[in-house]
């Protein structure tokens, strides 16, 4: 079709969406990018968030979580490779926070500066994730 766009979100673990696409929005590191067939390409980074993929077989749309990654557009074809990829399906807010508790007491525990700004990483990524399954709960 002229009026799509191929789509691939993968993370380190597998490829979490693959197919075609009316309309893609991610979560840029400046504020959300859309993106329509035919979109100028494009490599940049994005940060931790929803990505939003509205397919051709569907009417509704089809939401990814994302911790950071990079956005690769071509023509034709979009890529998301992210770290970290999560099906909005699978999000378990319980598992999210209990993540979250055990990273605040590590953070608490530690003194030495790498594990602070790793811990600190994953809060960050923690909270962004807990609060797009708020989010998505309330639609």
């Known amino acids: 079709m ?8 993968v993370s380190a673990e597998e490829s979490i ?4 696409a009316t309309f893609f929005v991610v979560p840029g590191e400046l504020g959300d990018l859309g993106i329509y067939p035919k979109h100028t390409p494009l490599i940049t980074r994005i940060k931790a968030g929803s990505v939003r993929i509205q397919t051709t ?6 939401a990814i979580f994302v911790a950071g990654g990079i956005l690769e557009i071509q023509p034709g074809s979009v890529t ?23 990273a605040e007491e590590l953070l608490k525990a ?21 609060a797009e399954i708020r989010k998505l709960r309330k639609h």
Do not use: P, W
């Not at 077989?57 to 089809?62: D, I, L, P, R, W």
């Not at 998301?80 to 055990?102: C, F, G, N, W």
């Not at 030495?112 to 962004?128: F, N, P, R, S, Y």
């Open 110 to 130: 530690s003194d030495d500066k790498q594990e602070i700004a790793t811990v600190e990483a994953e809060l960050a990524m923690l909270g962004a994730q807990i």
């Open 57 to 62: 077989s569907s009417n509704e749309e089809t």
């Open 17 to 20: 969406f693959s197919g075609e």
């Open 80 to 102: 998301v490779m992210a770290d970290t990829a999560i099906r909005s399906d699978d999000l378990d807010e319980e598992r999210a926070l209990e993540a979250q508790k055990r």
């Open 2 to 9: 002229a009026n799509t766009i191929q789509v691939e979100v």
